[in-house]
């Protein structure tokens, strides 16, 4: 399974992608708004930054302006991957899309019919919302599991499910599980899900351990040990 970050903050961004296990990154137009900055310009940096997919999400409502919208965010840089809403419009864009090469995330998908429409239409990523469908009582990872199948029982189909709307690390274990492809994860789940209290007390307990070793310089130590064995 692959990881985004569900993100427009460079910072988050710059920093996850610090930790060398970032695949590429989802927008919205909501997390383009509460960064505040220019659209464009975030984008592109974004894929500077990270060099894999960037979802970038059209605002047009017909197929002709969520197409020409497509055509021109995918031209801001290569690894823009177009966004479309999983409406008529929607699907009839990402065939439109898809058949000129351009990549589509097909979001805001709440069932399987929609998915095995989107995946129909050319789709590279279909993006299940887990957290909204929890929201309303409904399960989440039962609509990945079901889409997994569905795509899996059609050889035909390459589009990659992508969990969408984790809201938890319960979510994107759940997810991994299921054989969604990629997770787009929230920066607040990716450092809630790296920490744990056994991991801190045995690294404070082993550097503990350490303090009482006489000679604790270890890049010292290995570099005499080498140059001693030089021939
Ligand atoms: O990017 C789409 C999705 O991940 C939004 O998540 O938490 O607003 O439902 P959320």
Redo the contacts with the bound molecule.
Sequence with gaps: MKLFI?SANLDHIREIHGWGILAGV???P??IAKEGGDFLQTVHDICELVRGPV?AEVVAQDVDGMVEEGRLLAKVHEEVVVKVPLIEAGLAATRVLSSEGIKVNV??CFNATQALYAALAGATYI?P?L??LD?IGASGIDLIEEIVQIYANNPDISTQVLA????HPGHLIQSAMAGAHVA?V?YKVFKQSVKHPLTDRGNQGFLDDWATVPDRDIVGQVQRWLSSRVV
């Design positions: 569900d989802t927008t919205n909501s997390l979802s979001t805001l993006s919302f957290g909204r929201d969408a709307s984790i809201r787009t929230p």
